[in-house]
């Protein structure tokens, strides 16, 4: 059973430019979830989505991001007109369901680096 | 401000000895969880708990959770250098969203 895959692991990207992540969730799982991690930080929360649906997007920056978990494909999130400060590791996390206290799975995370 | 202290940020021991490392917080969690994380790697999942009190072990790893349910302790038995890594604590408390502290760097000395 494959675990959670994301891709590319390592993302290169000049100020000005788009990045976009993908994720594909555990198999069986339907609740995806996005992490950034910025250097000397711990894991951040950005965003929480089931197929089709964005259930909560509080910890994303409010311009530039975007995030959707269509029906069919992975998981994209969006990154628009990169800055310096967004450089770091963006990891993805994957559950089955929500009725309590549901385990997080994560996959190996994308580097990101604006020059 | 961060919502989970995690203590010592670093830690470096010999290999054979024991060590305990600490995740505190002033917010209660309904589950907390603990990862390992490696370089270049994302976090890796070692137990859920989710009862106040709860005691899991792990091979020599033992994992307690506070009565109050707004700490935790990690503690390996003598260690070895394949233990060595960052370990983090998670808090979860019903919105589905991981609360993380920044880690306790464990490295263990052959």
């Known amino acids: 059973n494959a675990g959670v895959m994301q891709n590319p692991r390592h993302l290169v990207r000049r100020r000005g430019q788009e990045a976009r992540l993908r994720c594909s969730p555990m198999k069986g799982h339907s609740h995806v979830y996005w992490y950034r991690q910025l250097p000397e930080e711990g894991l951040k929360f950005m965003v929480y989505?089931?197929?089709?649906?964005?259930?909560?997007e509080s910890g994303m920056p409010k311009e530039r991001f975007s995030a959707e978990f269509p029906k069919e494909g992975p998981s994209i999130l969006r990154i628009q007109q990169v800055v310096r400060g967004d450089s770091a590791a963006y990891f993805c996390?994957?559950?089955?369901?929500?009725?309590?206290?549901?385990?997080?799975?994560f996959g190996p995370g994308t580097r990101l680096l604006v020059l | 401000t961060q919502l989970l202290e995690q203590s010592p940020q670093f830690l470096s021991i010999q290999e054979g000895e024991n060590l305990t490392v600490y995740c505190n917080s002033s917010?209660?969690?309904?589950?907390l969880q603990w990862y390992r994380q490696e370089p270049g790697e994302g976090p890796v999942l070692l137990v859920t708990?989710?009862?106040?009190?709860e005691v899991k072990k792990l091979k020599r790893l033992t994992f307690q959770f506070g009565d109050a349910r707004k700490d935790s302790s990690l503690h390996i038995t003598a260690a070895q250098p394949g233990d060595t890594g960052l370990y983090l604590c998670?808090?979860?408390?019903?919105?589905?969203?991981?609360?993380f502290g920044k880690g306790n760097q464990v490295v263990v000395i052959p």
């Open positions: 708990v989710v009862t106040g009190g």
């Open positions: 917010s209660v969690f309904s589950s």
């Open positions: 998670a808090g979860e408390n019903g919105n589905n969203r991981l609360a």
């Open positions: 996390a994957s559950s089955p369901r929500v009725t309590g206290a549901e385990t997080q799975y």
């Open positions: 989505l089931q197929k089709e649906n964005i259930i909560d």
